[in-house]
Nanobody, 121 residues
């Protein structure tokens, strides 16, 4: 089993910055994908940013140029640096990983518990 633990959410004024972290622990052989999604009240969960073990990165159009996703493979940790935050960035942010628990195991999807990010105007 694999657990994802997020940290770094909070309340910030518009224009400010926050850095989210997501640490994976448990039976981990490799992590193919690390990413962040968010869900605002009354809205569907949406992709924010994702990065693969091959180095490719994808961002939602709404966060390009403001958010940066990174990963520390040695620590099994994903980060999301969020700059120039806007009130519309307010949401619960969820960490997402696709993990291999063994060399011949099928990839498994895991989600963090979510961390609240609130941006005041």
């Amino acid at each position: 089993q694999v657990q994802l633990v997020e940290s770094g959410g909070g309340l910030v004024q518009a224009g400010g910055s926050l850095r989210l972290s997501c640490a994976a622990s448990g039976s981990i052989f490799s992590i193919n994908v690390m990413g962040w999604y968010r869900q605002a009240p009354g809205k569907q969960r949406e992709l924010v940013a994702v990065t693969t073990s091959g180095g490719s990165t994808t961002y939602a159009t709404s966060v390009k140029g403001r958010f940066t996703i990174s990963r520390d493979n040695a620590k099994n940790t994903a980060y999301l640096q969020m700059n120039s935050l806007k009130p519309e960035d307010t949401a619960v942010y969820y960490c997402y990983m696709v993990v291999l628990t063994g060399p011949r195991m099928a990839p498994t999807h895991y989600w963090g518990q979510g961390t609240q990010v609130t941006v005041s105007s």
